[in-house]
């Protein structure tokens, strides 16, 4: 569907994820000023039977009503267009930039509790509007949560209810069933994979959340070393993979109860407790705290005396409508008789006597043969493998896979080159016809040391509107 223009007036040109219920594309509104980026879901009926449509064509006016009230809402999407086209339904909505909490929730890393009580009390409070119009949201996870790039403040997208509209089947008789469940296992409670969904179904989803950011862990089932359950209780099982204080595991623990009756009911009563716990400090915590802080505030002020952080530079590129900082005790290189490669270099390499460490900016004219993001992913990695049969390649592509605000592909490998062993990471995107990626080049052992600086420079590149 890349480049066709659906309603009349939205041009599809991205696709951002594709699933059991639908697909998620990024188009342009050529029809307001500016032509601004829009989400439009596509979401396929299971069945093309006349009466299943109907029933389906009543489910999405109402769906549809909510999401316009939601909407109306700072931190959730507004509601731009929903409309049929062949049988199909589609929901415009409006596009957040920033990026999504899978970003924030790495795999076996242990976020602080400070920054988990935060999460509880920014999703809780968004929550709270969505259980007020006795809806649920039916699918919270990660993925679902986006962190806004202006205020970084939290909105909830992809409301699972929508999707109903696809599970629906009507039989001979004229009798609805539901051939599937929404929700994702891991976040998904028992009550809810049994068709009983309830507020607190959505209280158990973001309870899990924060046991994910404490211990590192991913909930779904089907991972190995995933969060056990007790053999009797059916409860998650999680205090002993973290340290956390006694009542915020309380309040968790109560948002995860295996039984439902014994969870808070709505996100109200959740955001109470949360907020509970700063409502009467103890003098003896702060003044403990404070000692803390001036002792982190000593040592932070030593480490920048020791190791004080680069400044950065800007290389644009007008010709190929790029722009990128980069340490101003590295340099910049461009690729003879090209605008399309540049390399940047610490100023004291020596590349006769050391390893390779670089940053390197590329772009590729895709055309006559235009490819979509995902499309092109996998011809790079065809090429590495090409230039190495036995290559490990890792694909990090996660939906908040960002590059110069386009949705973006990750990679990474090792490879070798004569005594050095190197490693690699590559991010591109696909942007009017053309790739530009980004690749960070540096010795194995060395690689973390300079990965702060070449993010830095991956999150300022920017490619000039077209």
Known sequence: ???????????????????????????????RPGNPHCVVKLLKPMSNDP??????????????????????????????????????????????????????????????????????HDILEVLVLVHQQNLVHRDLKPSNIRRRKSDQKIVLIDFGAVKEITIQIVNPQGQTR??????????MP???????????????????????????????PHNAGGLPTHPQTKEIVWRDRTQVSRKLANIIDKMVRHNSNQRYQSAT???????????????????????????ALILWMLYQVFNPKPTFSTYQENNSGITIKYPSNWRPIKEAFSDEVILFLPKNQKQANSCILE???NINDLSPHLLSL?????????????????????????PSTILSNFHAYKLSYTRQDGQCQLKVMEIGTVRHGKAYFITYTAEKKEYNKYLEIAQTMIDSFAIKPQ
Do not use: C
């Open 1 to 31: 569907m890349i480049g066709q223009i659906i309603g009349g007036r939205y041009q599809i040109f991205q696709l951002l994820g594709k699933g059991g219920f639908g697909i998620t594309f990024l188009a342009i509104d050529k029809g």
């Open 51 to 120: 009466r299943t449509l109907e029933v389906g064509e009543r489910l999405f006016q109402r769906e549809a009503e909510k999401l316009e009230i939601l909407g109306n809402h700072d931190q959730i999407p507004r509601l731009l267009a929903h409309f049929q086209e062949n049988q199909e339904f589609y929901l415009v909505q409006e596009y957040i930039e920033g990026h999504d909490l899978s970003r924030e929730l790495v795999a076996a890393t242990q976020l602080s509790e400070a920054y988990v009580t935060k999460l509880l």
């Open 178 to 187: 539901v051939a599937t469940q929404i929700g994702t296992p891991g976040y």
């Open 190 to 220: 028992v009550e809810q994979a049994m068709g009983q969904t309830t507020l607190s179904s959505d209280i158990y989803a973001v309870g899990v959340i924060a046991i994910q950011a404490l211990t590192g862990i991913n909930p779904n």
């Open 269 to 295: 009563k959740a955001l109470q407790a949360i907020e509970a716990l700063s409502a009467k400090p103890n003098w003896k915590v702060w003044l403990g705290m404070g000692v803390v802080a001036i002792t």
């Open 359 to 361: 940053v390197t900016t």
């Open 374 to 398: 995902e499309e092109y992913k996998n011809t790079v990695i065809q090429k590495i493998k090409n230039n190495n049969p036995e290559q490990q390649i890792t694909d990090d592509t996660q």
